[in-house]
């Protein structure tokens, strides 16, 4: 017998929103099942059923902002409880904005309110670093079946054998889960090229210490089709309508 699922998730597995928006959303009476608007928290529905958004949904959805920042070392992708580092969203600036003709004019004034990070940069990486206010963009980026590669570039101090490399590509393990497949190669004599599916915690730095390789440097270049390109350090853009990562 079919069992009724928390309307939330359903609107979460359709990819048209997160469940906290879904929350959100159903509140204000935003959100119908079968033509008909439910407002009750916690409502659930069948999965055969027709769940759909309302106009002053999707409108809300639309306002939404989502940017690119090249973090600099010493900033952190998260918000510190402690505030011993400054969070990366502490860049994101009118004074920090890169203005570009392609921005067709967009103010670098926005209300930052929910604006989070959408993946993360450790504090001595730097980069391509994403920040949004759309929970289907932060699903998308950092979901857990997310198909979006993350390029980096990795100044490493160490050698590495044929043998090493192919591990990098395939066959470590960390925190006890064998590794996606990595697209791993040397850009020059000094500097190695990572493409991966996942993102777990410090895990090139890791990855490249499990074969004897010292991390220098690690900069994300990367992520899907859109690339980090002449942003400067510290500074931050939009994400435009007609790009797609």
């Known amino acids: 017998m079919e069992e009724k699922v928390r309307v939330s998730k359903l609107l979460s597995e359709l990819g048209l929103c997160s469940r906290r928006e879904a929350d959100s959303y159903i509140e204000q009476?935003?959100?119908?099942?079968?033509?008909?608007?439910?407002?009750?928290?916690?409502?659930?529905?069948?999965?055969?059923?027709?769940?759909?958004?309302?106009?002053?949904?999707?409108?809300?959805?639309?306002?939404?902002?989502?940017?690119?920042?090249?973090?600099?070392?010493?900033?952190?992708?998260?918000?510190?409880?402690?505030?011993?580092?400054?969070?990366?969203?502490?860049?994101?600036?009118?004074?920090?904005?890169?203005?570009?003709?392609?921005?067709?004019?967009?103010?670098?004034?926005?209300?930052?309110?929910g604006l989070a990070p959408a993946g993360r940069l450790d504090i001595d990486s730097t980069g391509m670093l994403v920040l949004t206010q759309d929970g289907r963009m932060a699903k998308l980026l950092i979901g857990e079946n997310s198909p979006i590669e993350k390029e980096y570039l990795v100044r490493v101090e160490g050698r590495l054998s044929f043998e090493e490399l192919d591990r990098l590509r395939h066959g470590l393990s960390l925190d006890g889960v064998v590794l996606k497949p990595a697209q791993v190669s040397w850009q020059n004599a000094d500097q190695l090229r990572f493409v991966l599916r996942e993102g777990r915690k410090r895990q090139i730095r890791r990855m490249c210490e499990m074969v004897g390789l010292k991390v220098l440097g690690l900069k994300r270049v990367r992520m899907g089709r859109i690339s980090l390109g002449p942003l400067p350090a510290g500074q931050w853009r939009y994400v435009r309508p007609e790009e797609q990562f």
């Open 29 to 113: 009476g935003l959100v119908t099942v079968a033509g008909e608007v439910v407002n009750e928290l916690g409502v659930r529905a069948y999965r055969h059923q027709k769940i759909e958004l309302q106009s002053g949904a999707r409108a809300q959805q639309a306002s939404r902002i989502t940017v690119i920042l090249n973090k600099p070392v010493g900033y952190i992708s998260h918000y510190d409880d402690e505030q011993e580092y400054q969070p990366a969203a502490s860049l994101i600036t009118p004074e920090n904005y890169f203005a570009s003709p392609l921005d067709k004019g967009r103010s670098p004034r926005f209300h930052t309110k």
